[in-house]
C-alpha cells in the first residue's frame, strides 16, 4: 500500500485559506484516486499536524509522507515542519514520517503563477506594462531570491517594462518602492502576479497596496487548485518515497 500523503500548510486565521488547501488537494485526489490524502497545518487552522499523523497512523499505516506546501525554504520549512515531524516521532517511534522537499523552486510553480496572471488579464507582448511579482516575504534571503528568480525569468521572456519581485513583509522592495521603480523603467500600467498559495492577510496587504498606488493595476488570484500545483504535490510525494527506498540499508 502506498503510504498516504500529508500535506502540510502553514494555516491562516482567513477562512478561505483553508478552503483553497482543501481545494487543491480535491484535484490531488481526481488525479490519483488510490492515494490517501490528508490535510494538516502548522498554526491557525485545523486539524494540526501532529493529530493527522496520529490519525494515520491510527488508521494503520506505518509509513507516511508529509508534503509541505510551502514555496521555499523559510523558516517553516526549515524549523515548524521539521519539529512537528519529530514529535510525531517521539509519540509513536516505529511510525515512519518522510518528509518532501518544499514546492519550490520548480517550473511547475511558475507556470501556476503565469496562468493566474494572464488569466488577469496580463500580456507578455504589452511593452509598457509592469509587472510585480508578489510573495509574503522572509528573513531568510534565499526564499527571497526565488522570487526574485522568478521576475527576471520573465522579464527576460516578455516585452515588459520590467518586472520585479516585491513583499509583504520581512523583505524588501515594498509594494510601493516596485511600482517606482517599474515607473521608472517606462511602465504605464501595473499588474500584480501572485506567488501564494492561498488568500488571505498577506495577498490582501499586497492588494490593497498595489490599489493605493497605482490605476486600476491587473490582480492575479493565489496559485489555489491550478493543475500544475496538483502535479507538483504529487511529484514530491514520489520522490520522497523514492529517496526512502534509495536509502534503505542493504540486505543482510
Do not use: C, Y
Request: charged share 25%; proline share 8%.
Amino acid at each position: 500500500m502506498t503510504p498516504p500523503l500529508v500535506a502540510v500548510a502553514h494555516g491562516s486565521r482567513d477562512p478561505r485559506s483553508a478552503a483553497t488547501v482543501h481545494a487543491l488537494l480535491d484535484v490531488v485526489r481526481a488525479k490519483r484516486p488510490d492515494l490517501d490524502v490528508r490535510a494538516a497545518f502548522l498554526d491557525l487552522s485545523a486539524p494540526r499536524v501532529g493529530d493527522v499523523l496520529s490519525a494515520v497512523h491510527g488508521d494503520g499505516h506505518d509509513t507516511a509522507v508529509v508534503v509541505p506546501l510551502l514555496l521555499g525554504r523559510a523558516f517553516h520549512a526549515r524549523v515548524d515542519v521539521p519539529a512537528a515531524v519529530a514529535e510525531a516521532h517521539r509519540r509513536s517511534p516505529r511510525f515512519q514520517v518522510h518528509v518532501s522537499d518544499v514546492l519550490g523552486p520548480d517550473p511547475r510553480l511558475d507556470a501556476a503563477a503565469w496562468r493566474r496572471l494572464l488569466d488577469a488579464g496580463a500580456d507578455p507582448r504589452d511593452p509598457e506594462l509592469g509587472v510585480l511579482v508578489a510573495a509574503a516575504g522572509s528573513s531568510h534571503a534565499p526564499a527571497n531570491q526565488l522570487v526574485a528568480d522568478v521576475a527576471e525569468r520573465w522579464r527576460a521572456a516578455t516585452a515588459w517594462s520590467g518586472a520585479v519581485a516585491t513583499f509583504a513583509a520581512a523583505a524588501e522592495p515594498t509594494v510601493p518602492a516596485a511600482i517606482e521603480e517599474l515607473r521608472a523603467r517606462g511602465a504605464r500600467r501595473i499588474a500584480v502576479a501572485s506567488w501564494f498559495l492561498a488568500p488571505g492577510l498577506l495577498p490582501d496587504r499586497i492588494t490593497a497596496q498595489a490599489r493605493d498606488h497605482a490605476e486600476d493595476p491587473l490582480i492575479a488570484e493565489p496559485m489555489a487548485d491550478d493543475d500544475n500545483l496538483a502535479d507538483l504535490v504529487l511529484a514530491r510525494h514520489a520522490e520522497a518515497l523514492a529517496d526512502a527506498q534509495a536509502h534503505l540499508p542493504a540486505a543482510l
